[in-house]
């Protein structure tokens, strides 16, 4: 098949392409490299992955670049919190707009196929844990709420437009690769292990995350896009389904690294969560989306990778 990928040059966006190139499918990414580089992609490239770089603001190159695949996934995002408190209407702009744009293109060129990232920040601080895809959603920040219009987008489009499409909402996703600017606390972690510096926690340690190991992310993609027929807009959660505390995770990692490093609690960063803790039998009855490594396993194996 072939796969239009927004996003491919990014963390996930890789980790999918190789996937997708080793099983014999054809991709095209379609990448402004604003938080990704032309360099980790090369190995893709040298593998037969074509690259339209461009913005998900400029519709006639969308609708120019989307003809003729089967598929597209849509993992193109502004993703930095912080970054949609200061500036919400520049992460709406790409977050929401880029994804209508998206929409419209797939519309124009008769492309029935259309799986796109939401994200766990949709639920916010949800009264009720742990969450489901009937949850309430209460996002705590203009990225959480972006992430649940695009979702809306999706379901309006397919309903309105006769196309299968699929929201999967990412939770803390971890793995080889992923970029300094937009690392995960994981990734902070590792740095600072790796240079024998104190840990840094925002916050009393107390809040809990659902971390997913790469692996098991891209298995959850794959499986969506082999159950997206005649699904109108329907949302998955994409976790590993155990929540773990900050502190916990700090201890854990210093474990399997075998060092003893001193754990600095600072103050909390707005917009960040509380408690996230996720179900995800619906992925898995449904998807049949069946995670295979814990953190402590999904956690050595990163650190052998980077080895």
């Excluded at 970029?179 to 292990?193: D, M, P, Q, R």
């Excluded at 790796?194 to 298995?219: A, C, P, S």
């Amino acid at each position: 098949m072939k796969f239009f990928v927004t996003g491919g040059a990014g963390f996930i966006g890789r980790h999918l392409c190789e996937f997708l190139l080793a099983n014999n499918h054809q991709v095209t990414i379609f990448e402004d490299f604003s938080n990704s580089n032309e360099k980790n992609i090369k190995n893709i490239c040298e593998n037969g992955a074509l690259v339209i770089e461009g913005d998900l603001s400029d519709y006639l190159l969308l609708e120019k670049s989307v003809k003729d695949f089967d598929f597209v996934i849509h993992l193109a995002a502004k993703i930095d919190i912080l970054e949609s408190i200061s500036n919400p209407e520049i992460s709406n702009k790409v977050n929401v707009e880029g994804t209508i744009n998206i929409l419209r293109a797939c519309v124009k060129n008769n492309i029935k196929n259309i799986i796109a990232a939401s994200s766990a920040a949709v639920y916010g601080n949800s009264k009720i844990i742990p969450v489901n895809e009937d949850s309430i959603p209460n996002p705590v920040s203009p990225y959480g709420a972006d992430k649940l219009s695009m979702e809306f987008y999706l379901r309006a489009f397919a309903n309105a437009f006769n196309l299968n499409t699929i929201s999967l909402r990412f939770f803390n996703v971890y793995g080889n690769g992923q970029s300094n600017a937009y690392a995960g606390v994981i990734t902070k972690f590792l740095k600072n292990i790796h240079e024998n510096r104190t840990i840094e926690i925002f916050g009393d340690g107390k809040n809990t995350r659902d971390y997913v190991f790469i692996d098991d992310l891209i298995h959850g993609i794959i499986q969506a896009i082999k159950n997206i027929q005649g699904q109108r807009g329907t949302v998955y959660n994409l976790g590993s389904g155990k929540s773990t505390s900050v502190t916990d995770l700090a201890l854990l990692m210093l474990k399997i690294s075998n060092k003893k490093l001193e754990i600095n609690y600072k103050s909390p960063r707005p917009g960040d969560l509380l408690f996230s803790e996720v179900e995800i039998s619906k992925a898995k009855n449904e998807l049949k989306f069946f995670p295979k490594f814990n953190l402590e396993l999904g956690l050595t194996k990163l650190l052998q990778e980077m080895e």
